[in-house]
């Protein structure tokens, strides 16, 4: 933790303290192990290639799930004001200085309602993920799905697939503790990838022979391999994992060549527009999530499994690197 002095506000600019921050599971512990591509590549974002780094590649900042309250705003704000909870895509760190009329992805900033507390709006990023990836889906009122690993943002889009008409959800995860949530949070069934066959347990038990859609967000080639075996003929899967290294597990000679599945891509960040832009665009899917949060339709109680103080951030990223079973959601708590 280094120490640092902050600047007199400019115009339009806006001051806030800290109260949690949320440690990403995924993408940012990718970059915190050195196993993200851009611990050796850039993202040409002109030709959207990877290529190698010319030198030292520059790791990004760890943290884009940020919860403060305004303590300062600058001349010139007046939609914000000193105690309003605010939801920020920055780093971990006690304060943030920035302009809310110009945030990435959102315009302009806008304070969280009174009725979305701290613990439920360090979601907020995830939720659009799961939101993003239902989406993707197209998921119609009938369906049988099946959702590949439950960390928070799968135990969101078990929520989020049920709120969008599937009829049935299958939930698949080795850990207990995770199942056990799914179920609580309205999961049919709840699948232990190391006790059975989920492939042959989610097509023997439905008419079709499979689920229509299969969501992935475990991250893992296996876990994705899964998700393609357990859907039915022309099913769709959404792979919406941050996918590291080789895929010995994927084998798509398999079920992907010989029943026609469609995978697609979920991604909502890195100007990937939504597929249904100019209708739908990241704002709109933020604001839905708000929505749900403040009206209790989208649960989040039980995911927070440990809390650290930001000045044993190291030992909060050693907990999840080395007992991923023990965590759902860590976060990082301030003053």
């Known amino acids: 933790m280094t120490p640092y002095e902050e600047a007199p506000l400019g115009v339009g600019e806006v001051r806030a303290a800290a109260v949690l921050s949320g440690i990403s599971h995924g993408t940012e512990m990718n970059l915190y192990r050195g196993a993200s591509p851009f611990a050796d590549k850039v993202f040409d974002t002109d030709l959207r290639l990877f290529r190698p780094a010319a030198g030292q590649a520059e790791t990004p900042p760890l943290g884009y799930e940020w919860v403060g309250r305004v303590t300062e705003t600058g001349a010139g704000v007046t939609h914000l004001r000193p105690g309003d909870t605010v939801?920020?895509?920055?780093?971990?760190?006690?304060?943030?200085?920035?302009?809310?009329?110009?945030?990435?992805?959102?315009?302009?900033?806008?304070?969280?309602?009174?009725?979305?507390?701290?613990?439920?709006?360090?979601?907020?990023?995830?939720?659009?993920?799961?939101?993003?990836?239902?989406?993707?889906?197209?998921?119609?009122?009938?369906?049988?799905?099946a959702i590949f690993g439950l960390g928070a943002i799968g135990l969101l889009a078990v929520q989020i697939a049920r709120l969008d008409g599937a009829v049935w959800i299958d939930a698949?995860?080795?850990?207990?503790?995770?199942?056990e949530l799914a179920l609580a949070y309205g999961a049919d069934r709840a699948l232990d990838p190391?006790?059975?066959?989920?492939?042959?347990?989610?097509?023997?038990?439905?008419?079709?022979?499979?689920?229509?859609?299969?969501?992935?967000?475990?991250?893992?080639?296996?876990?994705?391999?899964?998700?393609?075996?357990?859907?039915?003929?022309?099913?769709?899967?959404?792979?919406?994992?941050?996918?590291?290294?080789?895929?010995?597990?994927?084998?798509?000679?398999?079920?992907?060549?010989?029943?026609?599945?469609?995978?697609?891509?979920?991604?909502?960040?890195?100007?990937c527009p939504h597929r249904d832009y100019p209708l739908w665009d990241r704002a709109r899917v933020e604001g839905v999530v708000i929505d749900l949060l403040a009206a209790g339709k989208l649960r989040t109680d039980g995911m927070i499994t440990h809390r650290f103080p930001f000045d044993r951030a190291a030992e909060a990223y050693a907990l999840i690197d080395h007992h991923p079973e023990e965590v759902i959601k860590v976060v990082l708590t301030y003053g």
């Open 87 to 145: 939801h920020l895509l920055y780093p971990h760190r006690e304060t943030h200085t920035f302009v809310p009329e110009n945030m990435p992805y959102r315009g302009r900033l806008q304070a969280l309602p009174p009725q979305v507390t701290p613990d439920q709006a360090i979601f907020l990023a995830l939720g659009g993920v799961a939101l993003q990836a239902v989406h993707d889906a197209q998921i119609k009122l009938g369906d049988r799905v």
């Open 194 to 271: 190391g006790g059975c066959d989920v492939g042959y347990a989610i097509k023997s038990a439905s008419k079709q022979h499979g689920a229509d859609v299969a969501i992935e967000v475990s991250g893992h080639a296996a876990g994705l391999h899964e998700a393609i075996r357990s859907v039915a003929k022309a099913g769709r899967v959404v792979a919406a994992g941050f996918y590291q290294g080789g895929a010995a597990a994927l084998h798509l000679g398999e079920e992907w060549h010989h029943n026609r599945v469609t995978m697609v891509s979920s991604m909502a960040v890195w100007d």
């Open 172 to 179: 698949v995860d080795p850990i207990p503790q995770r199942r």
